[in-house]
């Protein structure tokens, strides 16, 4: 129990355009999701809370504009990158909690994005 | 505010040795504790939690972890390790109401 999907599983973009990455929870509703983003040898930094039907609450730093995150419903959240640049190039792994409690997280397997 | 160290980025192991990843963590609240592993180009899969009650904690795949407050550590241990351990494995922590923070991470490495 307790899968949460990504797709697509890598993508390449090429400078200026947009894209989209879902999160799915297979098997459980999701209160909340989680957003975080890898670079490469590094750990995982929270970009974005979201709850169904609610705004995404951003981290520090992290720009609303660019990272637009959408939580429609309880088992789909979608992070669209726009107007993609190549230092946007990095590893986007989401988490769902059925709970909306933040010790109980579930990881999706990630997104590899590249841009070109 | 919350932060974890882990003091190793590299443990380079022999099959069957035991191993020991150390993670630190600060915190000016109580705590709950992870460790996760994250094998190349996947997400994360939780090994264990501490969360409450006993300070020894067992996970997957024969790992375990044992929660000192007065240290306040959270070191993870496997008494034999497998070639198929070597991964990434991160320690994280989190408050009650507070975001979980992960370490950097430490590269498990498990060689013949």
């Known amino acids: 129990g307790a899968v949460v999907s990504q797709h697509p599983s890598r993508v390449i973009c090429k400078s200026g355009t947009s894209v989209k990455i879902e999160c799915r929870s297979l098997?459980?509703?999701?209160?909340?999701m989680f957003w975080y983003r890898q670079f490469p040898k590094q750990s995982l930094m929270l970009m974005a809370t979201?709850?169904?039907?609610?705004?995404?609450?951003?981290e520090q730093g992290v720009e609303k504009d660019k990272f637009l995150i959408n939580h429609a419903s309880l088992t789909l959240s979608t992070l669209t990158v726009t107007s993609a640049h190549p230092e946007d190039s990095s590893f986007y792994i989401c988490?769902?909690?059925?709970?909306?409690?933040?010790?109980?997280?579930?990881f999706g397997p990630g997104t590899r994005l590249t841009v070109t | 505010a919350q932060s974890v160290t882990q003091l190793d980025s590299q443990v380079p192991v022999f099959e069957e040795a035991p191993v020991e990843l150390r993670c630190n963590y600060s915190?000016?609240?109580?705590?709950?504790l992870f460790w996760y592993v994250q094998y190349p180009n996947q997400g994360l899969q939780l090994l264990l939690k501490?969360?409450?009650?006993?300070?020894l904690v067992k996970g997957i795949n024969g790992f375990e972890a044992e929660f000192n407050k007065s240290q306040t550590s959270f070191h993870l241990r496997k008494p034999s390790v497998h070639i198929s351990d070597t991964a990434e494995y991160f320690c994280?922590?989190?408050?009650?109401?507070?975001?979980?923070?992960f370490g950097t991470g430490t590269r498990l490495q498990v060689t013949l």
């Open positions: 988490s769902a909690s059925p709970s909306g409690i933040t010790y109980e997280q579930y």
């Open positions: 098997d459980f509703q999701a209160t909340t």
């Open positions: 979201s709850n169904e039907g609610s705004k995404a609450t951003y």
């Open positions: 915190s000016s609240v109580s705590v709950y």
């Open positions: 501490y969360l409450s009650g006993s300070t």
């Open positions: 994280a922590v989190s408050g009650t109401a507070s975001k979980l923070t």
